[in-house]
């Protein structure tokens, strides 16, 4: 499509009215509302490179090499071809890993700008505002859709750097299609959990942590505990979470000593059963993280509103680093909602049932384990009663995430059917998960 074709589509899509207004539009410059990156040098993003939020939406294009990405809760793993979009109210956070080259395009905007007055043009906001925060921010681009996104780049980088009324209308249009096609993209390109992609070497290691806090966590002891080269778990570690591995363990023992100090524990206890061998660096890493000391903690001589000001300073800074603010990071998984299709079923349809999960525990299901619900239609509501059709879903592996949900659909049964044929009359439909115990 060239350019001219592509200003008449925009006229048919979005009616004559876009014309008259972006006369008025254009008595300013466009640039100033688009800011523009494209660059292989991570010193360029350095500024932006610790965990931020900015008043515009981005869209952040990794062109080629890896790197990781957190946003709020969610840690995504980035290679060639991935997307990630952002609200403007969305932390976030670059990764940039070492010794690897990288080329990134950077697109910001300003959602409160006039164009999108226009209703056309507010539809585009769609995948930066109907998600939850944290959620949905990776794309995976294949050959086809990155060379197209990457033409669109390039249109946008070319008009953006000449200085004309025809660069800037050029520039607007190119934006726009932009827009259509990360939406198109967001639409069509199917959703999975990136949460869960910490290592499963990893996890083990953190849940080890939670339980051995005033044990020897060194380096070299977990090195030999999960025989792993101690370097690499250094890097593995600092690459999935965002934060080295002696940092975290200090935060796991100030937490867990805050916690006893607040049972009535003593300074002294607190400080040994956290795993602190030497009581001035305890004082001193206490006082560094919630900015008070252990005693006037102990002895509540504080004031109460500054220090829960402080506390939740603090534990906003956990959840930025994945770090559980509890003792136990187990999963514990229910059932919200059960939903089924189609919603008003005649007699003879083929309805399918659908669970929404949600993991209301402290830790990620296991990677690989099935995520299981089993189904019952029953004419009472009575537990006991004999089941009219049993079927399942337990083809869900993906590892799900503390505070998150997944919507599981019914794809087995009774003589491989997983579907119930409706019936005239009342039904009352049960839905359990983790049916066969697959968690433990």
């Known amino acids: 499509m060239d350019y001219i074709d592509l200003s008449c589509n925009l006229m048919k899509l979005y009616g004559v009215c876009i014309m008259s207004y972006m006369v008025s539009l254009f008595k300013y410059n466009i640039k100033n509302g688009i800011k523009f990156i ?62 690897t080259e990288t080329e990134v395009i950077s697109v910001h905007f300003d959602p409160a700008d006039s164009y999108f007055m226009i209703n056309s043009l507010n539809n585009l906001l769609h995948c930066f505002v109907d998600r939850n925060k944290g959620e949905r921010n990776k794309m995976s681009l294949n050959k086809e859709q990155l060379a197209y996104a990457k033409k669109l780049l390039y249109r946008i980088e070319k008009f953006y750097n000449e200085v004309s009324f025809s660069s800037e209308v050029l520039r607007f249009t190119s934006f726009i299609e932009l827009l259509v096609y990360v939406n198109e ?66 935060i796991k023992r100030v ?46 001589t504080y004031d109460e509103s ?41 007699e003879g349809d083929q309805i399918t049932l659908k669970a929404v999960v949600e993991n209301t525990g402290r830790g990620f299901t296991p990677a690989g384990v099935i995520i299981g619900v089993g189904f019952h239609v029953k004419k009472t509501n009575d537990l006991g009663a004999e089941a009219l059709r049993e079927c399942w879903s337990d083809n869900h592996t993906l590892p799900l995430a503390p505070g998150k949900s997944a919507v599981l659909a019914a794809n087995g049964g009774i003589m491989n059917i997983a579907t119930w044929t409706a019936e005239a009359g ?15």
């Open 306 to 346: 500054l220090i829960s000001e402080r506390v939740e300073e603090f534990q906003k800074f956990c959840r930025y680093h994945m770090i559980d603010t509890g003792k136990s990071r187990l999963p514990d998984l229910v059932v919200k909602d059960i939903l089924w299709f189609p919603e008003s079923p005649a």
């Open 255 to 300: 937490l867990n000593a805050r916690e006893l100090l607040s049972e009535g524990s003593g300074i002294m206890e607190a400080c040994q059963k956290s795993g602190f061998n030497d009581y001035s660096n305890f004082i001193r890493m206490f006082k560094k993280y919630l900015k008070i000391t252990p005693m006037n903690y102990a002895k509540k």
């Open 38 to 99: 494209h660059t292989n040098e991570r010193q360029a993003l350095l500024p932006e490179s610790d965990f931020h939020f900015h008043e515009f939406n981005e869209m952040f294009f990794l062109i080629k090499g890896n790197m990781g990405f957190f946003v709020e809760d969610s840690t995504y793993d980035l290679s060639t071809g991935d997307l990630i979009i952002i609200n403007g109210s969305e932390k976030h956070k670059a990764i940039f890993y070492k010794d």
């Open 426 to 440: 009342d039904y009352y439909i049960f839905a359990r998960v983790n049916d066969v115990c697959r968690m433990r």
């Open 185 to 250: 993209l967001y639409i069509n390109i199917p959703y999975h959990l990136e949460e869960g992609n910490i290592p499963d070497i990893i996890r083990n290691i953190l849940n080890y942590i939670d339980n051995n806090l005033d044990s020897d966590l060194s380096l070299e002891v977990l090195g030999k505990n999960f025989f792993i080269n101690r370097f690499y778990l250094s890097r593995t570690f600092k690459k999935s979470l965002g934060i080295n591995l002696w940092e975290y363990i200090i």
